[in-house]
């Protein structure tokens, strides 16, 4: 079973940038799919962004044309870009891995888990 651990996180102001990093353990990371999720204070959790072992990235909405997904499978690592951030953005962000094809939006889809790093956007 893989184990990731995220880092990257912090306090940034509106307009500005950050990048998490998401470190995988374990065997055949390159052949999982890896999302990023995020959860605001007293919401649900919700899904960011997803690529799976062929590079397909999916977006929600929400972050299009502003975050990016990427992987760098020689280092068991995947990133998650984030530009131009926004108050809304604030949330602890997850990452998640899945073996198989599909690079899912739903949650319940994913078996590995980190155990999530905050990032607070100042206005």
């Known amino acids: 079973q893989v184990q990731l651990a995220e880092s990257g996180g912090g306090l940034v102001q509106v307009g500005g940038s950050l990048r998490l990093a998401c470190a995988a353990s374990g065997r055949d990371f390159s052949k999982k799919a890896v999302a990023w999720f995020r959860q605001a204070p007293g919401k649900e959790r919700t899904f960011v962004t997803a690529i799976n072992w062929a590079n397909t990235t999916v977006y929600a909405d929400s972050v299009k044309g502003r975050f990016t997904i990427s992987r760098d499978n020689t280092k068991n690592t995947a990133y998650l870009q984030m530009n131009s951030l926004k108050p809304e953005d604030t949330a602890v962000y997850y990452c998640?891995?899945?073996?198989?094809?599909?690079?899912?939006?739903?949650?319940?889809?994913?078996?590995?888990w980190g155990r999530g790093t905050q990032v607070t956007v100042s206005s």
């Open positions: 998640a891995a899945r073996g198989g094809t599909f690079a899912y939006k739903d949650a319940s889809e994913y078996e590995a």
